[in-house]
């Protein structure tokens, strides 16, 4: 990769240049500075330029542009200024601009950016010669303007002036094709990262370079951008420190570097012969050492960082890694569109991996590859013992493996599955990325089936410089029978060249257990989880003799406790016997006491000396003074040779230890391990000990499996946990507890614990507890309850008999009788009228047709009543004990008559006993519907509706007047909270609340029963809040990662909000106390919400663009579902409506704005003209949205129609705008039994849909103690 100074010159020579090797000096800069005419930015930190008008159109890719933005931190953009820095940016944004040397610049201490347009006529002239000269295509080109900005030695944040760096670019365009230079001074680049603006949560990422085309366009990235910073070092044209594209006019495709001088990008480095710490100790890790070697220099991390030097990690840091996942198996092709998403927990060792996308008939049988994720596994296991090491202070995260699985099959012969996997190490943002391609043939596993991995060791040991290989044999299970196949793996990657990894008779035991595999047909995933330990192998080396088995040209790979020989690269055969497959060397080349081998990664043929012997290979001698030769090393042990550092040492025999010089017999206790344990070093009593495997416990010598539910409380379960893979004791329904220990449950804190058909809340006066029992008529333990049938109490007339359908008992009255077979008389003749004729039932009852009689009418009492039917007495029992509400009904509490009742749910008609669908009346044919205040506008499901006129507020039926008074606007601005009325009013240009350097203000949220504002800071992690007008900041959570979306429930007193890097969505206190995961899984991207506090839901958006949706879910964590699934595209605000229960959203990929009622129904387009709309707020029937691509806040009636006149922005404000809130005049009338004293909860009290509430723990506290 790199090309050392001889080289360059001899290129520069070709093009008849030699001079152009040198480095940017300043004087070969474009000349910039005030005297040139250039503008300049003021000192300061996340600032940018005005619109700056260019002389000549930028073509930028596919679109072309007339003005640019010049900011502060190392780029240009052209859609907007970006002024804010953000450590977890990384290219790309989905924004077009250019990045010279992306980073947190600061010039408040040091350093000045200057920028101008200009023509001048030599400077055009220069840079038509470097396009011609560069550029095959484009040897006529002149430009007619060219765009200059230089960061000329410019300082970092904080404030820090002690290192400054200078760079440039520059823009030539002639309004059709355009060009960017990019710049670095010659030793004028001295610092690569800021003291880190938003540590500890983030730490600054390393420089960037490159392009971004905009959404969904192309992007580009310089080497070494995000990762080391080296592009300041290196070119595209032969000039260290310059780069040269084409950016303008390229189709489709993406920026086009240089063609004419080299054909691959070179990056310069001073060759001194010999590779030393001095100039090569930037290769090495930040947290790692840099040590010269006879042969080169090595990386070694430093404590209490882990790696290989080159990529280190801090201990205990969790890991991300994810990538695509492609191939065909089974004759299914695997399009790229699936998706493979690792978490690691490094502490203990556990790996989750799931792959999305998967087809439904592989996903049976990919449950068998678990070593898909299993070798990320071992690239992170948890060591154990001094030695040993896992995959990843070997590789770095950087590396190849190849796979070859062997399903054995004795009806049809072997299947063989190969995986290639490429692990390209750590992103900017510090997820490792990954590439998996899968091709062959597997038994299908039918869908539904269950399969399981047993838990399993494995052998890895290190063959050669930078490659490892492992074999190991195991069983899968389908529906618990066990099936056989093997794993052969080769790991290969890049190696220090000194050889700090050289023992390889060192064999490192690798166990893998927990295993849970399980394929979700509906959400097309396959879930992968286990635990990885590594240890050093305890027992005899397998290898050790294989020197005298497997050919010379092959190496040796453990297989359990044998070994098989395979032929290394280059050479063919059964690892007994090798061929190499080319000729090599030539004849008679080679020494005598040398052999020629095939050299791994280069394809070429060299001698190389035989054991015992040192040289080039052409000329080998004897190596003198080693064991071989003399017989040196102790009694107990042997002589070997060490291949790596090629010469020969003294090593203890098993069962004896020393340093090969003296041996002594080690004390061991491994003579009789039991089958499910192994021979371990016990390094406090210094000897070898058995110990058990996981999931057994004993002596070691004796080892039985460890029954987890074995002292599970009589009322509790033994059930499988899919979180932990692991089987736990889990209290039954009405108990709580550990599991272990399970106490009854009072079913008046949790009504809906009992049956919902027959069950009922009982106290019993004796224990003083209320349990859950079955009512008169049912029978089962108050938690499951059916009905009694007369199988169990025979309860049939005397002229009838108990029969059964096949699913249940009942009374049948006997031929000539008729009655509902607990009564039955004599039948009447058919002549004798029913109550159809007699008209005699009761008022509660209704006249029906009589089941046993098709021929005759009866009386039935209502729902809620009980008799004969003649007469009817009310039996009233709380909805809540016996839930007798009708299907499209809810059970409510009414604190008119401080019991639960039926209320039928909107859009039907009832006592909530029996509910009917209203009838659906169009206003467009009955205006009188509407009030007067309220146009009749079209819907979507039901037609043309109702909608109150602006400055009225109601459901349409019925709109009040809007009290104006104190009616206004907060917005968030990135650093910024900015405030403006809701009116347009002369004099008025609203004002900044609250100003804080580095932050991303995104969500807001009031507190209107306060008067306090509440937001969230996407940059650095924390929720923050303030009074209205601006006073008493006070951050009252902090420690997230991207929190954005944010809600309050001034009813309650409690906040709810999203973060959408953890994916989660949570519930506190308004101080930040006693925070609540409600939802954590099946979330991609959530980003805006609200709250419907009289309902007691939560509604959100998620913006995943395979899947982009709206969800709702209550807000004690039930009953979550999809309100709005299609027709999406990139959903971003959310505003709800109190007063007409209509929910709005914009979304910034179909551009318009939308309403729907909060049951799903009704949804309807308000404005599909909308840019790229962000947030939305609806006040006094008026729906105010934020827009990316506009400077002003836009508004439109929410019946819809044309746009109102547009808000400015307040002043002192630029940038994007984010999240938008409404202070309203008065607080919406909003009541729940949360609202008075926490709804006598002692931490979280959330409000539940049946107008009850829930006394939830926050996370971490034992549920027993949180009601």
Known sequence: MFLRLKSSLLLMMVLGSAAWVDA?????????????????????????????????????????????????????????????????????????????????????????????STSEADLIERAARDIRANFTAFQNYSPTSLFIVTWDRVGYFREQGDKHNTFQLVLASNGRDSFAFFHYLDNGIQWMTSQGKFMPTYSDIPPQAGFDGGEDSNHYRLPGSGESGSFVNGSNVNIPGVWLFQVGNTGQGNVKPADVNIGEVTLFEIDSGKSNCFHDSSVCHRHAQCIDHSVGVCCVCVPPYVGNGYHCLEPGAPQKLNGPVYGNLNGVALEDSLLMHTYVVTTDGRTYSAISGVPPSLGSALQTLNSIGGIIGWLFALPVGPNAKNGFSFTGGVFNRTSRITFKSLDRGDYVVRIHQIFSGHDPLNNIRLETRLEGSMPDIPIGATVSIDDYNENYKRVAAGTIKSFVARTYRVNDVAYLYSWDNTITYNECESGQNGNTNEVLRFSVSRHYVKHSEQDKVVRYAMTSKVGVFAGADPCSDASKICDENADCVPEGESFRCVCRSGFAGDGRSCEADIRLCGQDICDRNARCVFIRGTHQPQCECAVGFQGDGVTCNAIEASCNE?????????????????????????????????????????????????????????????????????????????????????????????????????????????????????????????????????????????ICRCNYGYRGDGFHCRPTACDVINDCDDNARCVTDGSRFSCQCNEGFTGDG???????????????????????????????????????????YHGDGKVCLLRFIPCNQVNNCDRNAECIYDPDILSYTCRCSRGFDGDGLVCVKKEVIDCRHDQGMCSANAECVQGAEEGYVCVCMPRFRGDGTTCSPVVQEGNYLIYAQGNKVMSISSESRP???????????????????????????????????????????????????????????????????????????????????????????????????????????????????????????????????????????EGLKLPNGLAFDTFSQTLCWGDAGTKSIECIRSDGVGRRVVFDQAAYPFDIVALNNIIYWTDWERRDIPNINQSGGETNKPLKQAIGGHGRVYGIAAVKDQCPRARNSCGLNNGGCKFLCLASVNGGRVCSCPDGIDPRICQ
């Open 987 to 1125: 004099g008025d240009y609203g004002q900044q609340l609250v100003f804080i350097a580095g932050m991303l203000a995104v969500g807001v949220d009031i507190d209107c029963q306060e008067g306090d504002v509440y937001w969230t800071d996407a940059a650095m992690g924390m929720i923050r809040r303030a009074k209205l007008n601006g006073s008493n900041v006070e951050t009252i959570i902090s420690g997230l990662k991207s929190p954005e979306g944010i809600a309050i429930d001034f009813a309650a007193r409690n906040l709810f909000f999203t973060d959408s890097e953890l994916d989660i969505l949570q519930v506190s206190r308004l101080d930040g106390s006693y925070r609540k995961t409600l939802v954590s899984t099946d979330m991609t991207n959530p980003r805006a919400i609200v709250v419907d506090i009289n309902r007691g839901v939560v509604f959100w958006t998620d913006w995943n663009r395979s899947q982009p949706q709206i969800e709702r879910i209550n807000m004690d964590g039930t009953q979550r579902k999809v309100l709005v699934g």
């Open 822 to 864: 607990r009564r039955c008389i004599p039948q009447e003749p058919s002549h004798i009228s029913g109550c159809d004729v007699t008209y005699d039932c009761d008022a509660n009852a209704r006249c029906v047709p009589d089941d046993t009689d098709p021929n005759r009418y009866t009386c039935n009492c209502n729902p809620g």
């Open 630 to 770: 003399a017989n040196i090393c102790a009694e107990n042990a042997e002589c070997l040779y060490d291949e790596n550092l090629r010469q020969y040492y003294c090593e203890c025999m098993d069962e004896f230890s020393g340093d090969g010089f003296s041996c002594e017999p080690t004390v061991s206790g491994c003579s009789s391990c039991d089958r499910y344990a192994q021979c371990v070093y016990d390094t406090t009593r210094s000897i070898y000990a058995c110990q058990c495997d996981v999931g057994y416990t004993g002596d070691g010598q004796q080892c039985t499996l460890i029954d987890v539910c074995a002292d599970c409380d009589r009322n509790a379960r033994c059930l499988f946990n899919d979180d932990t893979g692991d089987y736990e004791c889990v209290c039954v329904r009405g108990y709580r507890g550990d599991g272990r220990t399970c106490q009854l449950r009072d079913c008046r804190e949790d009504p809906t614990m009992c049956d919902a058909e027959g069950g009922i809340c009982w106290f019993d006066a004796d224990r003083n507890i209320s």
């Open 24 to 116: 940017v000096s300043h004087n070969q800069l474009y000349p910039f500075g005030p005297l040139r005419g250039d503008l300049t930015l003021g000192p300061g930190d996340d600032s940018s330029s005005n619109e700056i008008i260019l002389q000549e159109t930028v073509a930028f890719y596919s679109a072309s542009y007339r003005a640019i933005y010049v900011n502060i931190n190392g780029h240009v953009s052209f859609d907007s200024e970006l002024p804010d820095y953000r450590a977890n940016m990384a290219i790309p944004f989905g924004l077009p601009f250019v990045a010279v040397f992306l980073a947190d610049i600061d010039t408040r201490s040091t350093g000045r950016v200057y920028y101008r």
